[in-house]
C-alpha cells in the first residue's frame, strides 16, 4: 500500500498587527510603523522597516523615544477591535482551500492539504496568498512540509528568502536539498525550542536544524523530554502533532488590565472588575463552557517602591459552576469587598475563571432548577446575540459604568473601522 | 428597538412553539434579510462613509454609506474606492483611449489616469451606495 506523505501547510500573517493598520491607512505603506501593547506599555509588532533599525520586540516604548522621532516611525496603540475581525475574515477564506484546519494563534493556521497534492501546492499556496491579499488586503506567507514542525519552518523561510515569494514547500524538494537548506538555519527557530533549550543543545553540540534533524530522537527524550524526540521526528517528515481542529477548551480564562491612572476607591474597581468578568463570561459562553470558581486580585504599583503597597486575591467559588454573567459578577464582587483596602493607590485588577468544564457535562448541582437554568441560557444568548451584532457593551450590567476612569491608556488607537458604523472610513468625493 | 426586537424574537418564537406543529409551518418564511441582500462575500466586505459631492450627478451623495466588495474584479463603468496618495476616493473606473482612468461625476473635476507604475491603488469595487431619507 502506497503511504503519501502528508502535506501540512502554516499559513501566517506578515507582521499582522501594523498590516491590519496600512489596510486603512495605505499612507502608512512602506513607512516605519510600530504597534505598543496594551497600556501603550511596549512594542507588539513592528513592519519590516523597523525591524531594519534593529528595534526588538518587547522593548518599552520610552526607551526608543529618540529613534522614533529620529526615523519619523508612526505608533499606534493596539486595537484588538479590529485586529480580531480582521483575523477573523482571513480564517474564514483560508477555511475554503482545506476542510481541515486548526486555528493556532491570532495570524496563523494549520491547514491540511493532504489530498491536494493533485494540485501543485506551491501554486495552491500562491492562491492562498492572492485570494487573502485580495480580499483583505493582508500580506501572508505559506510554508508546507510532511509534518507541523516542517510547515512552521518553510513558513519561517518563505518570509525570510525572497527567492521563494512567499510559498515554501518542503516535499518538493530533494533530501539532499533540505538537509542543505536545514544546515544554513540556526537551530532556535525550531518550533518549540526556546533560548534556553538552544543554550543546551549547544552544550550538546547542536547548532543547526541539520543538527537536530540528524540526532537520535532516543537520546534526546532523555536528555530533555518527549517533546523534543517529537520535534526531531516532525523534521525527519514523520508527522506525530495532529491537527486539532476544535480547540481544547482552555484551563482558565483569564481577564486583567493595567490602569491608565491609579485608583483608590472601591467603586471604580467595582466598575472595572465588572466589565472584565462580563468579557471573560462572554468568552467561556462562547467556548460553551462553564466555570467553577472565580479569582479576583487588586495590585498596587510595586515599581513604585516608596508608595506603600498591598497585592491580594481571593478565590470565590460558586454555589454551582456556570457561565451566566451575574453569576460570575456576583462571585467576582464578593471577593473583590473582601479583599479591597482604603488608602492605597491600585495600578491593576483581575479575575479569572478557574475549573472550567464543558457546559453540556454539567452536573445537576443543589440550586439547579430546571426553569431558572432555561431562563438565565436563553437571556445570556440574546445579550451575546446583541452584543455580537451591534457592538460589545451595547448592554451592559449595572455598576459597569459609563464614565470608565480606569480605562486603559490607548492614546493612539485607529478606529474600529470594521465593527462600529460610526467609526468607518472615509471616502473622499472631493477631487 | 425595533432590531433588538427581532434578535429575541426568534429565540423565545422557537421556544413556545415546541411541540405544537402547525399547518401555518408551510407558509413560514425566513424574513428579508438585508445582510444577505446586500452582501456577497461578506470576508472580503466593508463599509465606508462619502464625504464630499463630486460623485453627486451618479447619485452618490455626502453622507452616504457605501457597501464595498473587494473580491470582485474591477470592471470599466464600476464605483470603485482608490487609494490616491494614501487617502480612499470614490470614482469611476473607464477607458479613455484605450488606457484606464479614474473619473469624478462631475464635470467640474479632472480624469485621473491611473499610471501602472505609480501608488494608486484600487482598493474595492463599490455595489451599494445607501442613502438615507429619514432621520
Ligand atoms: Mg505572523
Known sequence: ??????????????????????????????????????NDGCVIARSQEVKDLGIKMGVPWFKIQTLVKHHNIVVFSSNYTLYADMSNRVMQIISHFSPNQEIYSIDECFLDLTGFQHLNLIDHGQRIRATIKQFVGLPVCVGIGASKTQAKLANHLAKKRPAFEGVCDFNTLEPEGLDRLFSEIEVGEVWGVGSRTKKRLAELSIHTVLDLKKSSPKVLRKQFSVVMERTVRELNGESCIPLEEVAPPKEQLICSRSFGAPVFSLIDLTQAVITYTTRAAEKLRQQKSVAALVYVFIETNRFKVNEPQYNNGLLVPLPEPGNDTRLLVGAALTGLKRIYKPGFAYKKAGIMLNDLSCADAKQKGLFEDAELQAHSKSLMQAIDKINGIMGSGTIKFTGEGLKKRWQAKAERKTPAYTTRIDEIPIAYAIG | MPDILETLLPV??????????????????????????????????FFLRVQGDSMNQLGILDGDLLVVDRSIPVEVGNIVIAAIDGEFTVKQFALSEGNPILKAANPAYKDISIDPDGDLEIWGVVRWAIHKLWP
Open chain 1, 1 to 38: 500500500m502506497a503511504v503519501t506523505r502528508p502535506s501540512i501547510a502554516l499559513v501566517d500573517c506578515n507582521n499582522f498587527y501594523v498590516s491590519c493598520e496600512r489596510v486603512f491607512n495605505p499612507k502608512l505603506n512602506n513607512k516605519p510603523v510600530l504597534v505598543l501593547s496594551n
Open chain 2, 12 to 45: 423565545f418564537g422557537s421556544a413556545v412553539s415546541a411541540g405544537f406543529p402547525s399547518p401555518a409551518d408551510d407558509y413560514i418564511e425566513s424574513r428579508i434579510d438585508m445582510n444577505e441582500y446586500l452582501i456577497q462575500h461578506k470576508e472580503a466586505t
